[in-house]
């Protein structure tokens, strides 16, 4: 896919010359030329309107900080569809979290979802206190089919088969460009989970 994504951006005068193709490298977008692998799920939408959604706080939520950039109204919506480690990891390490200005709306279907973010950022295993970034973190418990109007976005909560988790159907509030955006997000239950059902629809 990588591949495909890189060969799509070519015009006739990225090969026109050594010097050319060189600079088509590494200009590439860092998800296109970075190494792949080794980061727990994180994913990054950002909407037509600007807004931006993630969906769970793996270590991939590390290297999002670094090279994404920061929404224009400094607001993002983290949806967490549940809260082993792998799934909340990230979070201490993402440079937004400690930034006073950036707000974050945080949706989970777990009434204590703050305390078991809470949880990781303790001594000895970790030198800030939650406590230190929780004042600019709002937290909203959601249900199994719920609808959330966020910017130009309507956003479904669907029960998944992976314990007590949903995962986020988003679509343009536009019924008629809905086929432009759809996404249904699972990563671990998607790998673990082969031949079961994997939602409620």
């Known amino acids: 896919m990588k591949l495909i994504a890189a060969l799509q951006r070519i015009k006739p005068e990225d090969i026109a010359s050594e010097e050319s193709k060189e600079k088509f490298i590494n200009d590439l977008p860092w998800w296109i030329s970075g190494t792949v692998g080794g980061n727990t799920p994180c994913v990054e939408t950002t909407l037509k309107d600007g807004v931006k959604l993630i969906f769970d706080a793996g270590s991939g939520m590390r290297v999002m900080g670094k090279f994404s950039d920061l929404p224009a109204d400094k607001h993002y ?52 206190d939650f406590s230190a970034i929780e004042k600019h973190f709002n937290f909203h418990v959601i249900k199994p089919g719920q609808i959330l109007n966020i910017g130009d976005a309507e956003v479904t909560c669907v029960r998944m088969s992976h314990i007590l988790s949903l995962a986020q159907r988003i679509l343009p509030i536009q019924k008629s460009v809905r086929k432009s955006l759809r996404m249904l997000m699972s990563c671990l239950l998607i790998l673990n989970t082969p031949s079961k059902k994997l939602c409620e629809r």
């Open 77 to 128: 919506h983290l949806f967490m569809s549940h809260f082993h480690w792998d799934h909340i990891q990230g979070l201490p390490f993402f440079d937004s979290s400690y930034n006073p200005n950036v707000i974050f709306d945080v949706y989970s279907p777990f009434a204590d979802m703050k305390e078991y973010l809470a949880k990781q950022m303790v001594a000895p295993f970790y030198p800030v």
